[in-house]
Nanobody, 129 residues
Framework: QVQLVESGGGLVQPGGSLRLSCAAS????????MGWFRQAPGKEREFVAG???????????DYVDSVKGRFTISRDNAKNTVYLQMNSLKPEDTAVYYC???????????????????WGQGTQVTVSP
């Protein structure tokens, strides 16, 4: 049974930092694209950051424009864990953050909800004075 468990969310002041973790089990995730999405109240779930393969040989990351230069996605294959380091947080970053694993192995960075088959339960991130 595939499981993704997020942790690390919380309340932080504007300009602060948080690191989200996504621990995976039930599948060897090292060859799969992984992604972080977020969903604010009344809004659709949106892509935040992803990590995927280039030519099935090199990992690379991509981000939504609003978080470039502030967020960093990384993975530790030995721990089957993906991280999202979030710096210089803004109130508009407030949302429930979800990690997900891609449908197919060895794929490029995936940016659509429909491209992912397993999701975590989400972790709340609130940025407020």
């Amino acid at each position: 049974q595939v499981q993704l468990v997020e942790s690390g969310g919380g309340l932080v002041q504007p300009g602060g930092s948080l690191r989200l973790s996504c621990a995976a089990s039930g599948r060897t995730f090292s060859s799969y694209a992984m992604g972080w999405f977020r969903q604010a109240p009344g809004k659709e779930r949106e892509f935040v950051a992803g990590i995927g393969w280039s030519g099935c040989t090199i990992w690379y990351a991509d981000y939504v424009d609003s978080v470039k230069g502030r967020f960093t996605i990384s993975r530790d294959n030995a721990k089957n864990t993906v991280y999202l380091q979030m710096n210089s947080l803004k109130p508009e970053d407030t949302a429930v953050y979800y990690c997900a694993t891609g449908l197919k192995s060895c794929s490029v960075v995936l940016k659509e909800v429909r491209d992912y088959d397993y999701w975590g339960q989400g972790t709340q991130v609130t940025v407020s004075p």
